[in-house]
Structures are given as C-alpha cells and as structure tokens.
Antibody, heavy 124, light 107 residues
Framework: QVQLQESGPGLVKPSQTLSLTCTVS??????????WSWVRQHPGRGLEWIGNIYYSGSTSYNPSLKSRVTVSVDTSKNQFSLKLSSVTAADTAVYYC????????????????WGQGSLVTVSA | DIQMTQSPSSLSASVGDRVTITCRASQSISIYLNWYQQKPGKAPKLLIYAASSLQSGVPSRFSGSGSRTDFTLTISSLQPEDFATYYC?????????FGQGAKLEIK
C-alpha cells in the first residue's frame, strides 16, 4: 500500500519561496510508467493541478504557475519536492502530493494515492 | 485549458436516495474522466476512473458513465458516509483540470 507524506514549513512570507517535500513509502518512486504530482486546494475551494514529475526528472507544469514552479525528484530518498517562488497570499492553500497512475487498458491516468495535505499560509 | 463544469454545485438528499451528479467538459475528452470524493479535512479519494471503472475497494453503489463531453456519477442508494463533496477531473490533456465540486448534504 503506497503512502505519501508532505513536509515543510506551514508559514511562508510574501515574495519568498514555498518548499515542500513528499516522502513516498510502499512504492518505488523510480517505478516505470507513472508520475508523481502536486495538487493544491485553496481554502474552501476546488482542486488545482500544479505539476507532475517522472523519476527520470521529466516534468510538466500548469501554465498558470509554470514561471514560478519547480518540481524535482530524489530517487535515493524516494522523495519528490515542490518549490513555488515569489509567493503571495493567493498561494495560501493545502498542498497535496499524489501518485498519477495509469489504467493500462485505457491509458487513462488518475490520482490514486494522496498525501494527507499540508496547509501553507503566506503571511508576513 | 479544458473547462470542467459540474451540476448541481450542491444538493440535498436522504439516506437511501438515488443521486446523480453530472460533469461536462468544454471539449471532447473521450473517456479520460475520473471522479473523487472528498470529506472535510481529508484528501480526495478516487472512486471512478476512465469514466466508468470502479476503483478497487469502492462500494458498488457508485457508478460512472459517459464519454466525450458528458459524464455522470450515480450513487444508487445513499449511505450516511456518502455525504461529501464530489469532483470530476479530466486526464485527457494538461493542464489536468477539476470540476468545481458538488457538495452532497443530508436533507
């Protein structure tokens, strides 16, 4: 049973960089064929996909955040990380890491495993 | 970006009721549509993938249907633990977008 756990500061100052790490257990982050993702949820709002990474380091990002986002992977620690620069109050949200996994018969990908979420507040 | 629109945004129902939530995509997404359930303070939970496939461990009272632009999630007989918010999500093309959610409340 794969488990994901986010970690990082819960409070970030405006204009600084938000940094979170997701530790994966029960699965190898180097497994072939699926991705590792970050998704956020503003308070009381819906879900927003931030970006994906493959164990090789290949990434894809939401264009709305692309200029500020970096997702990286550390296969030796079975972790992947999120950095979001130049944050404002609008970046206050719960940040989830998740596994983006495919159904082999249809090639449909879905978020099948999630971390518990990490609330990050942007405030001076 | 592909826009996902759910309806209704909120609904009230009773235990035992049959409930249907719809999701419409702004362009054809074939069957690349997933459904999630989220309870307050918890991460989303995958219910249905590829429009109609039931995720392992999810009760059979949940079902999904549809293709191209129109999709439905049906709960055949509501149980107390089903009161939650439901989201659809398209995985046809990046950015992978979610619907705004449908909050299911107890009548």
């Amino acid at each position: 049973q794969v488990q994901l756990q986010e970690s990082g500061p819960g409070l970030v100052k405006p204009s600084q960089t938000l940094s979170l790490t997701c530790t994966v257990s029960g699965d190898s982050i180097s497994s072939d064929g699926y991705y590792w993702s970050w998704v956020r949820q503003h308070p009381g709002r819906g879900l927003e996909w931030i970006g994906n990474i493959y164990y090789s380091g290949s990434t894809s990002y939401n264009p709305s955040l692309k200029s500020r986002v970096t997702v990286s992977v550390d296969t030796s620690k079975n972790q992947f990380s999120l950095k979001l620069s130049s944050v404002t109050a609008a970046d206050t949200a719960v940040y989830y890491c998740a596994r983006y996994y495919p159904d082999r018969s249809t090639s449909c990908y879905f978020f099948d495993s999630w971390g518990q979420g990490s609330l990050v507040t942007v405030s001076a | 970006d592909i826009q996902m629109t759910q309806s209704p945004s909120s609904l009230s129902a009773s235990v035992g009721d049959r409930v249907t939530i719809t999701c419409r995509a702004s362009q054809s997404i074939s069957i690349y549509l997933n459904w999630y359930q989220q309870k307050p303070g918890k991460a989303p939970k995958l219910l249905i993938y590829a429009a109609s496939s039931l995720q392992s461990g999810v009760p059979s009272r949940f079902s999904g249907s549809g293709s191209r632009t129109d999709f439905t999630l049906t709960i055949s007989s509501l149980q107390p633990e089903d009161f939650a918010t439901y989201y659809c999500q398209q995985s046809f093309s990046a950015p992978y977008t979610f619907g705004q959610g449908a909050k299911l409340e107890i009548k």
